[in-house]
């Protein structure tokens, strides 16, 4: 069980008396603009609510990464607040950091330290004495599975193991609030259900958690929030659910039992065969599929499976994206 | 600046871990410099030393025992520091500490203790190998410990700054190779300056590791070419003028922050 899980000392009053709950992560206005001039973030807002599960989705270059760096220390943001669980980063920069704990998308450990070292380690520089640092690396590598290989060279494991010693090591001293930048890149599919297993139950256990990645679908199942950046600025926050709400127009694959030497026509419904047994069929929201199969029925076609052709987040991305950048595609 | 104990922990936390590192290397940074001294005392020491005759007052190989025990400590003081910080820079890992609720000034402590204590094993290493060559016998215990100590927290701060700026590998060698080395030799590991020109006595007195040396040489054999208070006055100001510097380019992010 994860020590915590809601700090009453955390809700603020507010001017009418009501409690407002402190956010786990309050950025205001934050501007980041590289020394060559690049602006990498052009004021940013973003609130994040604490246990939440939350994704920060854009294309490459689109501002994560810089967002990421400012909010933990590891870059030098040009203007803007930024409070995490009420701590000014400014000004009570030791306590906001105590609340995080980072994956970052590159490996950044001593590839020449065993594994149980870069735990340790690490929980030393937050001050966890060495005795109870040991406990805590032994509980998160046996949960990670890497508990065998705790003597081994970092750079010996695996890319798999390489991402769950990252999670085991942003996760050692213990953080209120956990980032996840692309944390499943490169690992193989049952590895990866088994860290958002993981990360289910650490979010179920009061961690906030902002995860960003490039697989929509790891978005769509874990998070309940999300904001999209693009350009270096939000242009989305919302509930994942609110988003999929807005998709107008799905594409299903669907097969079927027999050739399709001549293809239905349906009512409302755009059918394009892409194979002997297999078509494309644009459905929008105003017509369902039970329409659909109702149609496919009297046509005499059996269907042996169906599925979208594209994740649905994914496409939402693609069209807020676009958008954005006033291309339309 | 307030002591937790969260610091402390902090601070043995990257001690230890440096300790570790170059102890888990041994064979390249607690060994070589042991089999260069006793190159030094063979060659300079009993086949070209005895032919030297006696240098202030003692036997050239007694002569040169404190340069070049003090040789070893700048030279491992500094390569510790540099080759450590740059490696996290390189690697990135220098991003666990800047992450963690660490205060700077912990970090740098960290390191330089590392340093510290690499240069003060070799400099134990390098004593004990002289002790077969020559007959040592200590003028100021006092004098001889903070010399030692003070020049190898000097060597590692100046070592940091260096891994701070350098961007690859051949940046941690260009100063080790064409700054410190020279300053070194030339510093009087070897010899009295009194034996110099008086223009390259005055210019000899504008290198640093001079004073270093000589006050050295003073904890143990009770001869020096300067004098000690000016010695002491050099080096706890370089100390102090390089500390700022570095927790300036820490708290400016120089090097590890864009």
Partial sequence: MWPFVFNLSLMTPSLNGDVLIVKALHIEQLTKVYPKGVQALSGIDLRVEQGDFFALLGPNGAGKSTAIGVVCSLLNKTSGKVRIFGHDLDTEREAAKACIGLAPQEFNFNMFDPVVEILTNQAGYYGIPHAEAAERAEKLLRQLHLWDKRRVQARLLSGGMKRRLMIARALVHHPRLLILDEPTAGVDIEIRHSMWAFLREINQQGVTIILTTHYLEEAENLCRNIAIISQGRIVEQTQVHELLRRLHQEVFVIDTAQALDKMPSIEGFKLDKVADHRMEVSVSREHGLSQLFAGLNAAGVEVVSLRNKQNRLEQLFMDVVNHSRGTGV | ?258
């Fill in chain 2, 1 to 258: 600046m307030t002591f937790k104990m969260t610091y402390w922990v902090a601070f043995r936390t990257i001690v230890m871990k440096e300790m570790l590192r170059f102890m888990r290397i041994s064979a390249q940074t607690l060994l070589p410099p042991a089999i260069t001294t006793v190159l030094y005392f063979i060659i300079f020491g009993e086949l070209i030393g005895a032919r030297i005759g006696d240098m202030a007052g003692f036997r050239y190989v007694d002569f040169i025992v404190p340069g070049l025990i003090l040789m070893a400590v700048i030279s491992n003081s500094y390569a510790n520091v540099v080759a450590s910080f740059y490696g996290s820079k390189f690697q990135h890992y220098v991003e666990e500490m800047l992450v963690a609720p660490l205060p700077n000034w912990v970090i740098l402590l960290g390191f330089v203790s590392g340093g510290v204590a690499r240069g003060v094993m070799v400099g134990i290493v390098v004593t004990l190998v002289a002790l077969f060559f020559s007959d040592i016998q200590v003028h100021s215990y006092a004098v001889t410990l903070a010399v030692f100590v003070l020049t190898s927290i000097l060597f590692s701060l100046a070592g940091f700054i260096n891994a701070v700026y350098a961007n690859s590998f051949d940046d941690i060698s260009v100063i080790p190779t064409f700054v410190l080395t020279p300053l070194t030799y030339l510093g009087g590991v070897f010899y009295s300056i009194t034996l110099l020109p008086e223009f390259w006595q005055n210019v000899s007195l504008a290198n640093p590791v001079l004073y270093m040396v000589n006050a050295f040489r003073y904890g143990l054999l009770g001869v020096s070419d300067i004098s000690l208070t000016l010695a002491f006055a050099i080096i706890i100001g370089f100390i102090a003028l390089l500390s700022a510097y570095c927790m300036h380019l820490l708290n400016r992010g120089v090097g590890i922050k864009s």
